[in-house]
T-cell receptor, first 117, second 111 residues
Framework: AQKITQTQPGMFVQEKEAVTLDCTYD???????LFWYKQPSSGEMIFLIY??????QNATEGRYSLNFQKARKSANLVISASQLGDSAMYFC??????????????FGTGTRLKVLA | NAGVTQTPKFQVLKTGQSMTLQCAQD?????MYWYRQDPGMGLRLIYY???????DKGEVPNGYNVSRLNKREFSLRLESAAPSQTSVYFC??????????FGPGTRLTVL
């Protein structure tokens, strides 16, 4: 069965340092997508970055990059130059297609990141 | 352009009561989704809908029903609420791209 695993319940990072949030996945599909979302204390879900299974380059969006290692089935989020506003819960998610080809998504349990001044 | 809207924002129910959570999107998206978020559990898919008139069960559908009467709206109904349904409920939508757009969530407490 498809599964997303985030093994770090909580992480601390010093302001301006880089941090890596881990995500591993399990799927038998050849075509899939991996996502990271940020959920600040206000509760909304904010899309950060996407990586397709056939993308050869690692995705980057500003200070966010996704370290995609297909053979290891990992999709770690790297945040460079951490800011206090990065303190939030971060969710890794995977897109999979059902039998009719409709996309649905599964989420990991999240990592709570705290940036220290 | 409001994106995805959800009503109500907060609700308290007594065990056995029924209610409907409303979700609407104005982005002309085809696919819509309902999730619940519990502490330590991440988001779990309850139901989803690929298009108007179609719905499918997700990971945790028991105790819920949904209705997709038109392209804009996707409602989630609790027929007989239970304390185990205390959660934050998120609606999301998606068009042809990969990204989902989420609503602000409904915080439901069942006493």
């Amino acid at each position: 069965a498809q599964k997303i695993t985030q093994t770090q319940p909580g992480m601390f990072v010093q302001e301006k340092e880089a941090v890596t949030l881990d995500c591993t996945y399990d799927t038998s599909d050849q075509s899939y997508g991996l996502f990271w979302y940020k959920q600040p204390s206000s509760g909304e879900m904010i899309f950060l970055i996407y990586q397709g299974s056939y993308d050869e380059q690692n995705a980057t969006e500003g200070r966010y990059s996704l370290n995609f290692q297909k053979a290891r089935k990992s999709a770690n989020l790297v945040i460079s130059a951490s800011q206090l506003g990065d303190s939030a819960m971060y969710f890794c998610a995977m897109r999979e297609a059902d039998s009719s080809g409709t996309y649905k998504y599964i989420f990991g349990t999240g990592t709570r990141l705290k940036v220290l001044a | 352009n409001a994106g995805v809207t959800q009503t109500p924002k907060f609700q308290v129910l007594k065990t056995g009561q029924s209610m409907t959570l409303q979700c609407a999107q104005d982005m002309n998206h085809n696919s819509m989704y309902w999730y619940r978020q519990d502490p330590g559990m991440g988001l779990r898919l309850i139901y989803y809908s690929a298009s108007e008139g179609t719905t499918d069960k997700g990971e945790v559908p028991n105790g819920y029903n949904v209705s997709r009467l038109n392209k804009r709206e996707f409602s989630l109904r609790l027929e007989s609420a239970a304390p185990s349904q205390t959660s934050v409920y998120f609606c999301a939508s998606r068009v042809s791209g990969n990204e989902q757009f989420f609503g602000p969530g409904t915080r439901l407490t069942v006493l």
